[in-house]
């Protein structure tokens, strides 16, 4: 018999990457956010929409403000992950995980992350997001004989925490420093 055996069903993965640029206006800024984006990723992105008008910052309502890309391919999204890492030096800030265990962080510049300097585009900054998961969770969102996760089976803070300091060896910091 194996000492140890370890359950397969409670590896941690990751479900999908999305990344965000919110430029705060609509037109040619957007555009060429839109284009940093797919030159990252290789995929359409989509625009977001302003849910309300705000007159001190110079939107309305409805005006495209945004756009954001999903990658869902887990090696794309892991590759990429990695090299918005390395911007971060993989340090995180506890506040950065969310309590169903997915994590998000923000880079300045996207040029760090590989893409060459084009002065017509400019330097836009972006947000990582990371939704993780474990085998099995697509019983909560599939059609038919759809059911619930049980709790020893949901992901927390801490089991985010521990896989992204054992998958990336990174840090974690109490507070932010600046």
């Given at each position: 018999m194996p000492a140890a055996s370890t359950n397969v069903m409670k590896d941690i993965r990751i479900h999908k990457l999305v990344l965000n640029i919110c430029v705060g206006e609509s037109g040619d800024r957007l555009t060429k956010a839109a284009k940093v984006l797919e030159q990252l990723t290789g995929q359409q992105p989509v625009f977001s929409k302003a849910r309300y008008t705000v007159r001190s910052f110079g939107i309305r309502r409805n005006e495209k403000i945004s756009t954001h890309v999903t990658i869902?391919?887990?090696?794309?999204?892991?590759?990429?992950?990695?090299?918005?890492?390395?911007?971060?030096?993989?340090?995180?800030?506890?506040?950065?995980f969310s309590h169903t265990?997915?994590?998000?962080?923000?880079?300045?510049?996207?040029?760090?992350?590989?893409?060459?300097?084009?002065?017509?585009?400019?330097?836009?900054?972006?947000?990582?997001?990371?939704?993780?998961?474990?085998?099995?969770f697509r019983v909560s969102k599939r059609r038919k004989?759809?059911?619930?996760?049980?709790?020893?089976?949901?992901?927390?803070?801490?089991?985010?925490?521990?896989?992204?300091?054992?998958?990336?060896?990174?840090?974690?910091?109490?507070?932010?420093?600046?």
């Open positions: 869902g391919n887990k090696d794309k999204a892991m590759q990429i992950l990695e090299s918005g890492l390395k911007v971060k030096e993989y340090e995180l800030i506890k506040r950065n265990g997915n994590f998000g962080f923000g880079i300045s510049e996207h040029i760090d992350l590989g893409i060459k300097y084009d002065p017509s585009t400019g330097i836009y900054g972006m947000d990582f997001y990371v939704v993780l998961e474990r085998p099995g004989c759809q059911s619930k996760i049980g709790f020893s089976h949901k992901l927390t803070k801490t089991d985010a925490m521990k896989w992204f300091q054992a998958k990336f060896e990174g840090i974690i910091l109490a507070k932010a420093y600046n």
